[in-house]
Antibody, heavy 119, light 107 residues
Framework: EVKLVESGGGLVQPGRSLKLSCAAS????????MGWVRQAPGKGLEWIGEINQDSSTINYTPSLKDKFTISRDNAQNTLYLQMSKLGSEDTAIYYC????????????WGQGVMVTVSS | DIRMTQSPASLSASLGETVNIECLAS??????LAWYQQKPGKSPQLLIY???SLQNGVPSRFSGSGSGTQYSLKINSLQSEDVATYFCQQYNNYPYTFGAGTKLELK
């Protein structure tokens, strides 16, 4: 069974940084592209970005490219999202998700982790 | 960025009814479109990919259609467990973008 479990969320002050993790199990993690999506409270979904199997290709939504960094550790079956210069607009649930082997839609999602940016 | 316009924003329907949700892309996305269902307090789940392919395990009352810039999700014989918000997503062009969602409630 595919399982994606995010961690590392919580309350963080404006301007600070935070690193989220996503532990993957139940599939061959190093064979799949992975990605991050966020959802502000009561709002829709926002695609953050994706990373390929060997980290040689990473794509971001342009508005977040200078603030967020996606990485992965295939030995640990873990995906990361490093977030910097956080503002209130970054308050959201953050989901990690696996991309389909043959395409770029998300076929499995984690349960999400809440990040609240507030002083 | 490709803009995905979903309609309606909310929808109220009765059990057993047929429901249609539309998604209009601001440019041709060549059927690179997925539909997700998000139940309250849960993460999104994939329903449809490549505009009209049903994800394994998804009930056959869900179907997708469309091409070019116009796509739709159809739910036949609405069930109580279908109460959710539905999102479309294009994955043809970066950055991949989602529609704003359609909240489906029971009448």
């Amino acid at each position: 069974e595919v399982k994606l479990v995010e961690s590392g969320g919580g309350l963080v002050q404006p301007g600070r940084s935070l690193k989220l993790s996503c532990a993957a199990s139940g599939f061959s993690f190093n064979d799949y592209w992975m990605g991050w999506v966020r959802q502000a409270p009561g709002k829709g979904l926002e695609w953050i970005g994706e990373i390929n199997q060997d980290s040689s290709t990473i794509n971001y939504t342009p508005s977040l490219k200078d603030k967020f960094t996606i990485s992965r550790d295939n030995a640990q079956n873990t995906l990361y999202l490093q977030m910097s210069k956080l503002g209130s607009e970054d308050t959201a649930i953050y989901y990690c998700a696996s991309l389909n082997y043959y395409s770029y839609y998300f076929d499995y999602w984690g349960q999400g982790v809440m990040v609240t940016v507030s002083s | 960025d490709i803009r995905m316009t979903q309609s309606p924003a909310s929808l109220s329907a009765s059990l057993g009814e047929t429901v249609n949700i539309e998604c209009l892309a601001s440019e041709d996305i060549y059927s690179d479109l997925a539909w997700y269902q998000q139940k309250p307090g849960k993460s999104p789940q994939l329903l449809i990919y490549n505009a009209n392919s049903l994800q394994n395990g998804v009930p056959s009352r869900f179907s997708g259609s469309g091409s070019g810039t116009q796509y739709s999700l159809k739910i036949n014989s609405l069930q109580s467990e279908d109460v959710a918000t539905y999102f479309c997503q294009q994955y043809n062009n970066y950055p991949y973008t989602f529609g704003a969602g359609t909240k489906l409630e029971l009448k």
